[in-house]
């Protein structure tokens, strides 16, 4: 590996986990929410499981 490649992960990779962060918590949250019921109202969540899947 070059000292240009170095260079480049170097400077690519703090963008690269920016992305990364910025893309995985709305997935990580969608995920959690799938899982539970929430109140529009009120934004309280309460815990179902998988009911919401057996609906579908």
Same mark, same amino acid.
């Given at each position: 590996?070059?000292?240009?490649? =170095?260079?480049?992960?170097?400077?690519? /990779?703090?963008?690269?986990?920016?992305?990364? +962060?910025?893309? @995985?918590?709305?997935?990580?949250?969608?995920?959690? =929410?799938?899982?539970?019921?929430?109140? /529009?109202?009120?934004?309280?969540?309460?815990? +179902?499981?998988? @009911?919401?899947?057996?609906?579908?």
């Amino acid at each position: 590996m070059g000292s240009k490649q =170095l260079i480049g992960i170097v400077f690519t /990779l703090p963008a690269l986990l920016f992305i990364i +962060i910025l893309t @995985a918590y709305p997935i990580y949250e969608t995920f959690l =929410l799938s899982f539970s019921k929430l109140d /529009l109202a009120t934004f309280n969540t309460k815990y +179902i499981g998988w @009911a919401n899947y057996k609906k579908v």
